[in-house]
C-alpha cells in the first residue's frame, strides 16, 4: 500500500478569532492511501494548542510510511500513532479506502441509515454590534456557535439574542473563563436561553466542576481529547465534543460515542476548520450528536471538488462517495 502525504493551505473567508487566536488560514495535511488500484482519503488540520502541525503531523505519518502494507487494518493504525490529526487523517484515509475497494459506502459499512444534519454557524469574537450584524447575515442558520473569551461576553450575547430571537444558540469560550466568572454569567445565559456552553475553564483546571451544578448544560472540547481521557470529563460535563482532529480519527470517534451513551451523556461533533474532506467522516458522528458543528467549509474563502453541500436552516447533505465514504 503507497501513503501519499500533502500539505494544502485554505485562505479563510475572513480572520477568524477565538479566545487568544486570530486565523487567517487553515492549514491542511492530506493523506492518499493508495492499493489494489483504488484510493481513500483524509484529511487533518491537528489541534493548534497541542503544537500540531502539518510539518509535524506529515513526519509522524512519515515514521509509520514503512509499516503500512496490505494487512493494514483500523486496529492496527490505533497502535501506530497517538490520539491526534496524523492518525486522524491515516484512519479516515482508510475508511475511505475500505469503502472504495468494497464497492460500498461507509454508511453500509457501519450498518447506518444517514440522516441529514443541521450545523451551527460560528461567529469569531468581534465587538457586539458586530457580532450582531454577524447574526442576522447568518439568518439562514437557525444553529449560531458563539465564539467568547472574558472581555464582557454578556454584551456580545445580549446583543446577538436581541439580533436573532429565533436561534438556537451555544457558547464557546474556548477555556477563557473561571469558576467564578462561569457562575457569574451562567444566570444571564439561562436568561439568554443559551442550549450550551462548552469549555468554559481551561484544561486541566476544571476540577471544580465535579461538585459543580450548572443550570446550562457544560461541554468538554479541550478536556476531553480522546477516550483516555473520557472517565475524568465525563465527572465533569454534561457534553461531550468529538472532534477527529484530537481523538485519532473515525475509529476513536466512534468508540467516544459509545462511552458517552452508555454514560448517558450528551454529544457534540465538532471541527478545527478544515475543508468538505476533513467534515465528512465527522458526518459521520455526527449520526448520534444533539449539537453539530461541521461549519468548517463555510468559513474558508474555497472548498474542495465535490464539497459537502449546506442548505437552508443549516442543513448539510450526507457526503458524496467522489468525497468521502
Request: charged share 20%; with cysteine.
Amino acid at each position: 500500500m503507497h501513503i501519499s502525504i500533502e500539505k494544502t493551505v485554505f485562505p479563510m473567508a475572513a480572520p477568524f478569532a477565538i479566545t487568544g487566536h486570530v486565523f487567517e488560514t487553515s492549514e491542511t495535511l492530506r493523506v492518499t492511501l493508495t492499493g489494489d488500484g483504488v484510493s481513500g482519503r483524509g484529511e487533518a488540520v491537528g489541534a493548534y494548542y497541542l503544537g500540531e502541525s502539518p510539518d509535524s503531523m506529515a513526519a509522524q505519518l512519515e515514521s509509520v510510511a514503512g509499516s503500512l502494507n496490505s494487512d493494514l487494518s483500523v486496529e492496527r493504525i490505533q497502535g501506530l500513532l497517538p490520539p491526534g490529526g496524523a492518525r486522524n487523517a491515516l484512519d479516515c484515509a482508510f475508511w475511505d479506502y475500505r469503502a472504495k475497494r468494497s464497492g460500498r459506502t461507509i454508511w453500509e459499512l457501519l450498518s447506518i441509515t444517514p440522516r441529514q444534519l443541521s450545523t451551527v454557524y460560528t461567529l469569531g469574537v468581534a465587538a457586539p454590534e458586530v457580532m450582531a450584524e454577524q447574526a442576522v447575515q447568518a439568518g439562514r442558520f437557525h444553529n449560531l456557535k458563539i465564539k467568547l473569551d472574558a472581555n464582557d461576553p454578556v454584551a456580545r450575547l445580549e446583543a446577538i439574542r436581541a439580533a436573532r430571537p429565533d436561534a438556537h444558540l451555544i457558547v464557546d469560550a474556548n477555556q477563557a473563563w473561571s469558576l467564578a466568572a462561569l457562575q457569574e454569567y451562567l444566570p444571564h445565559a439561562r436568561r439568554l436561553n443559551i442550549a450550551m456552553i462548552e469549555q468554559p475553564l481551561p484544561r486541566g483546571e476544571d476540577a471544580e466542576l465535579e461538585a459543580f451544578e450548572s443550570p446550562v448544560p457544560l461541554g468538554a472540547d479541550e478536556s476531553c481529547l480522546h477516550l483516555g481521557e473520557f472517565v475524568t470529563a465525563a465527572k465533569r460535563y454534561d457534553v461531550i465534543n468529538i472532534k477527529l482532529d484530537k481523538c485519532g480519527g473515525l475509529t476513536e470517534g466512534l468508540a467516544l460515542v459509545e462511552a458517552a451513551q452508555r454514560a448517558g451523556l450528551g454529544l457534540m461533533v465538532g471541527n478545527m476548520c478544515g475543508s468538505s474532506l476533513s467534515m465528512a467522516p465527522s458526518y459521520v458522528v455526527g449520526q448520534f450528536c444533539q449539537f453539530i458543528d461541521i461549519d468548517g467549509p463555510l468559513l474558508l474563502k474555497h472548498d474542495v471538488p465535490h464539497g459537502l453541500v449546506y442548505g437552508d436552516g443549516g442543513i448539510v447533505s450526507p457526503p458524496e462517495p467522489q468525497l468521502w465514504g
